[in-house]
């Protein structure tokens, strides 16, 4: 009974294409991230939305852009990959204590 | 500007010592500080936290120091389990954000050999 999950795990993709990874969590939680680990490992925030709503959006490119259609999904689209986009993606949900709760990752390979 | 460092990327510990991770940050804003695990192709998971109104929390075998003045804080599990092995990562937030931005070090790969 997965509480954060990510579809698709796996994501191989050519340079210019558009792809989409999406996330869902059955926590009910309001708030909600998309966060990249890149080749250094470091993790970095992306966005968060609360409750379908947009609070925090770092220096990302205009070819991201998350969309939340209900408090309970977040998904992330990317227009034009680049090589410099392979990383994992991750989701998070914040939970009560200011914990948050990260689905399993999405492997994103531009070739 | 990396604001949370976690200098060593890797340690090896024997079963049943005691593991010692650090963090160190530079962002005196912060004041709310968690650890994450990290097992391979999972995502983290949260291990224990504290805030910067204590200088100790303790959660069965893992306990977590904050030293304020000298900006670092360390993860101690004792005694360490073979089940331990995993990728631990360090975070800091402002609580007082309108919205928790965690800020997190790059990891330490921590290997407990039987």
């Known amino acids: 009974d997965t509480a954060v999950s990510q579809t698709p795990k796996y994501l191989v993709t050519q340079m210019g294409n558009d792809k989409s990874i999406k996330c869902e969590q059955n926590?009910?939680?309001?708030?909600m991230y998309w966060y990249k680990q890149d080749s250094k490992k470091f993790l970095k925030i992306m966005f968060s939305?609360?409750?379908?709503?947009?609070?925090i959006n770092e220096t990302v490119p205009n070819r991201f852009s998350p969309k939340s259609p209900d408090k309970a999904h977040l998904n992330l689209h990317i227009n034009s990959l680049e090589l410099g986009d392979s990383a994992v993606y991750f989701c998070a949900s914040l939970g009560p204590g200011g914990v948050q709760f990260f689905g399993p990752g999405t492997r994103l390979t531009v070739l | 500007d990396q604001q949370v460092k976690q200098n060593s990327p890797s340690l090896s510990v024997q079963e049943g010592r005691i593991s010692i991770l650090n963090c160190d940050y530079t962002?005196?804003?912060?004041?709310?500080f968690l650890w994450y695990k990290k097992y391979p192709a999972e995502g983290p998971t949260f291990l224990i936290s504290i805030s910067s109104i204590k200088d100790k929390n303790e959660d069965g075998r893992f306990t977590v120091f904050l030293n304020k003045s000298a900006k670092h804080l360390s993860l101690h599990i004792v005694p360490s389990q073979p089940g331990d092995s995993a990728v631990y990562f360090c975070a800091a937030t402002r609580s007082t954000q309108g919205a928790q931005k965690l800020v997190f070090g790059q990891g330490t790969r921590l290997t407990i050999n039987p």
């Open positions: 926590l009910g939680h309001d708030t």
């Open positions: 939305y609360n409750n379908k709503e947009l609070i």
């Open positions: 962002n005196s804003m912060f004041d709310y």
